[in-house]
């Protein structure tokens, strides 16, 4: 059974940082894509970032240049560091990863529990 573990959500004032980190664990043969998701008040789940497995990264505008994702492949571990953040960063925050079972031939779709990021004064 794969599961998706994150950590690093709390409360941070507007400018501040935090850094998530979502670690997969289980029998895993390979991961392909691995990304970062949020889901703010009232709003629809939208991406934040994703890293595939050669290392490209992609960013949603609204966080380029603030937001960093970076992967581990030796520990299954996806980080995404903020920098600068602001109010309407606020939101649960889920990791995401495209990983196959060693008994599978296929890749399924995982997602962590989620983890909650309020910035306020």
């Known amino acids: 059974q794969v599961q998706l573990v994150e950590s690093g959500g709390g409360l941070v004032q507007p400018g501040g940082s935090l850094r998530l980190s979502c670690a997969a664990s289980?029998?895993?043969?390979?991961?392909?894509?691995m990304a970062w998701y949020r889901q703010g008040p009232g709003k629809q789940r939208e991406l934040v970032a994703l890293?595939?497995?050669?290392?490209?990264?992609n960013y949603r505008d609204s966080v380029k240049g603030r937001f960093t994702i970076s992967r581990d492949n030796a520990k299954n571990t996806v980080y995404l560091q903020m920098n600068s953040l602001k109010p309407e960063d606020t939101a649960v925050y889920y990791c995401?990863?495209?990983?196959?079972?060693?008994?599978?031939?296929?890749?399924?779709?995982?997602w962590g529990q989620g983890t909650q990021v309020t910035v306020s004064s």
């Open positions: 995401y990863s495209q990983i196959r079972y060693t008994a599978s031939d296929f890749y399924n779709h995982y």
């Open positions: 289980g029998s895993i043969a390979s991961i392909n894509a």
């Open positions: 890293i595939d497995n050669s290392g490209n990264t």
